[in-house]
T-cell receptor, first 113, second 116 residues
């Protein structure tokens, strides 16, 4: 079945460390997105990529970095510059045509200890 | 740019009662509208979407929503809820053009709690 796989499901990080969250899709979608979710704040866009080797900052990109070397993969790195990284992170891809809309992964819960 | 307002942060309801979750949006361009459901520690699952055509949209799990362009609303309804409908619900829009093309903007979410 086509879908989006995020790993790991839970991640613990010490302050000052960088950590990379994985997102892989087999839907053949061009566009991919990273959202951050905090209680009571909905979902906020971190970065997005509409095509391989290109990506754009979203609303809250500071302290994060991404790459898009392959169509299937869009990893997110949470750097030590992110002041409050503890959150639930969701990856999504955007389909066209009759499947127009976003498909989401199951998320990664990052906790900084 | 688009914005979405979900008018209720929490909605408690008894099992088998009807429910309406309210959503209003603002946009300078045409929009596509979505409702998603999220269970604890899971991703978002699409309930239904409005792209064009009939303004009454039927989705999964017995939910439906009606697009009202004049009131810029897209309220979600279910005539009889079950305990299993307890979850957080998100309304979202995508701008059909302009600089926000393809980007999904979410409301703050509504937590639906169904009591026995």
């Amino acid at each position: 079945d086509g879908g989006i796989t995020q790993s790991p499901k839970y991640l613990f990080r010490k302050e000052g460390q960088n950590v990379t969250l994985s997102c892989e899709q087999n839907l053949n979608h061009d566009a991919m997105y990273w959202y951050r979710q905090d209680p009571g704040q909905g979902l906020r866009l971190i970065y997005y990529s509409q095509i391989v080797n290109d990506f754009q900052k979203g609303d809250i990109a500071e302290g994060y970095s991404v790459s898009r070397e392959k169509k299937e993969s869009f990893p997110l790195t949470v750097t030590s510059a992110q002041k409050n990284p503890t959150a639930f992170y969701l990856c999504a891809s955007h389909g066209q045509g009759e499947n127009y809309g976003y498909t989401f992964g199951s998320g990664t819960r990052l906790t900084v200890v | 740019a688009q914005s979405v307002t979900q008018l209720d942060s929490q909605v408690p309801v008894f099992e088998e009662a009807p429910v309406e979750l309210r959503c209003n949006y603002s946009s300078s361009v045409s929009v596509y509208l979505f409702w998603y459901v999220q269970y604890p520690n899971q991703g978002l699952q699409l309930l239904l979407k409005y792209l064009s055509g009939s303004t009454l949209v039927k989705g999964i799990n017995g939910f439906e929503a009606e697009f009202n362009k004049s009131q810029t609303s897209f309220h979600l309804r279910k005539p009889s809820v079950h305990i299993s409908d307890t979850a957080e619900y998100f309304c979202a829009v995508i701008g059909a053009g302009g600089t926000s093309y393809g980007k999904l903007t979410f409301g703050q979410g509504t937590i639906l709690t169904v009591h026995p």
